[in-house]
């Protein structure tokens, strides 16, 4: 099992995250996601903002997808 931070996955806070695979962690990223936008949470709101910026290109989106893989890949253990 690895972590990482809200943070660490493009989000605005530091709540950890452990998971098996990258796919679990990143479904834990998005439900925590979902959650501060339904509390109009401002910093996560704006990093939400960003990402949709980051979606308009699928280059730029596949490259940032690999980097967070990759990230979790070199987590260490927990």
Do not use: R, Y
């Not at 960003?50 to 990759?70: N, T, Y």
Request: charged fraction near 30%; include cysteine; hydrophobic fraction near 40%.
């Amino acid at each position: 099992m690895k972590k990482m931070t809200c943070k660490e996955l493009g989000g605005a806070c530091d709540l950890e995250f452990k998971a098996n695979t990258f796919e679990e962690i990143a479904e834990l990223s998005k439900q925590h996601g979902m959650e501060m936008f339904q509390k109009k949470d401002q910093a996560h709101m704006e990093a939400m903002q960003q990402m949709q910026v980051l979606m308009q290109s699928p280059k730029d989106m596949q490259a940032w997808f690999a980097d967070k893989k990759k990230a979790f890949e070199n987590a260490t253990e927990v």
